[in-house]
């Protein structure tokens, strides 16, 4: 997409007005950015997520029978939902974009971003008063009203010090002071964004307050080293060591001088100042799936011939419901392609296709090594075989 081109949903900005005014630097509320939005999914359908296994859903209650702002975590049942009052609290679900594809295409308006940025769509249903209260979130949000209406306040960056209520599961701000103007009540199709760091506090004021909050990845510094430096420490040798030959004699054996440090110092910068192997283990921990266990491997091993007969016969392959692909130029004709965590060496146009929209067919082979990377896309549960719909 042109980043000159206005685009509705973000107020008739363009994509690069966008990007260098407002993300992640300052909320934007966005009136009508999907007109006529259509909600994909109704209350019920999202409480019926909820009791699902392996689906990942809480229900906050600000007065619940075991103290104030109770947590309980899915899957839940009818006699979950038939107990709650009328008002004041919330169900979230999170990564509902992996379930109902019509929530997934939704992703689809978001191409202006880097989509290995993109990390699910969480929904939350509440009737009148439901809230997770004042808090921050530590990574950008589009808040996408989808039915009824909700109160968004906001209460302008506070700082990682901001004191939290103790001794509850949620990290409500103990101070919430709004911002002048900064009270707004969202409509089906309006949209706030929000980048990290910023107080908010949204309050349904509806029995039909369905909200969509399309989040994004960002590592915090803690999660990034120590990944990296897993990821390094499995491809150094041993050898690989402190060394300090032609050190001068120590004025004191016990002393740890400034000289021992700066040699330390100066084997870990350079083992981690290598610009290759970041992007290679970038491009992994980018794009590791949210939720492991929902990409099933297959039992056996493909047979890179018998993908192409099926191809051929007309049948399809499909990208995972929940799969994460990126791609990384290494030259002008090959690149690396990360799929779920791990990276294959292929050329860029069969990257380029694997990652984007490209219909996954026999246009695919004629590619060098296509073949042999569908069958371990596939192995690994990346990809799956389309199935028809009376199937």
């Known amino acids: 997409m042109p980043s000159n081109t206005p685009l509705p949903m973000l107020g008739g900005l363009t994509a690069a007005e966008f990007l260098g005014d407002y993300w992640q630097q300052k909320p934007l509320v966005i009136r009508g950015a999907f007109p006529d939005f259509a909600c994909p999914l109704e209350p019920d359908e999202l409480a019926g997520l909820a009791c699902e296994e392996g689906i990942e859903a809480r229900l906050v209650e600000e007065h619940g029978a075991e103290g104030p702002w109770q947590v309980s975590h899915g899957p839940f049942d009818e006699r979950t939902f038939a107990r709650l009052p009328e008002r004041d609290w919330t169900l979230l679900v999170q990564a509902v974009d992996h379930y109902v594809p019509e929530v997934a295409e939704l992703l689809e308006a978001f191409d202006f971003l880097p989509r290995w940025r993109l990390d699910d769509i969480m929904i939350s249903y509440a009737p009148p008063g439901g809230s997770v209260g004042p808090h921050v979130d530590q990574y950008d949000v589009f808040l996408l009203q989808g039915s009824g209406q909700r109160r968004w306040q906001l209460g302008g960056k506070v700082g990682d010090d901001a004191p939290i209520i103790d001794g509850i599961d949620l990290r409500i701000l103990e101070r919430f002071e709004v911002e002048d103007d900064d009270d707004w009540v969202m409509e089906p199709g309006d949209m706030l964004?929000?980048?990290p760091g910023w107080a908010h506090h949204g309050v349904s004021q509806s029995d039909d307050c369905l909200t969509l909050s399309v989040g994004f990845r960002a590592p915090s510094a803690d999660e990034a080293i120590t990944s990296f430096a897993d990821y390094l420490g499995e491809q150094l040798p041993p050898s690989r060591r402190y060394a300090d030959?032609?050190?001068?004699?120590?004025a004191d054996p016990t002393e740890l001088d400034d000289d021992a440090v700066a040699r330390m110092r100066g084997l870990i910068l350079e083992t981690l100042d290598d610009p290759a192997r970041l992007a290679q283990?970038?491009?992994r921990v980018m794009t590791q799936p949210k939720y492991v266990d929902q990409l099933v491997a297959s039992e056996h091993p493909t047979d890179p011939a018998e993908l192409v007969a099926a191809l051929q016969a007309g049948e399809a392959l499909?990208?995972?419901?929940?799969?994460?692909?990126?791609?990384?130029?290494?030259?002008?004709e090959r690149t690396t392609l990360f799929a779920d965590g791990d990276g294959a060496d292929c050329p860029l146009a069969l990257a380029r296709a694997l990652a984007g929209d490209t219909p996954l067919d026999?246009?695919?082979?004629?590619h060098e090594g296509a073949a042999e990377l569908l069958a371990a896309l596939l192995d690994a549960g990346s990809l799956t075989w389309e199935v028809e719909p009376d199937e």
């Open 193 to 195: 964004y929000l980048p």
């Open 245 to 250: 030959a032609g050190m001068a004699p120590p």
């Open 281 to 283: 283990w970038f491009g």
């Open 318 to 332: 499909i990208r995972s419901p929940g799969s994460r692909f990126a791609w990384r130029s290494l030259n002008d």
């Open 362 to 366: 026999t246009e695919l082979l004629k």
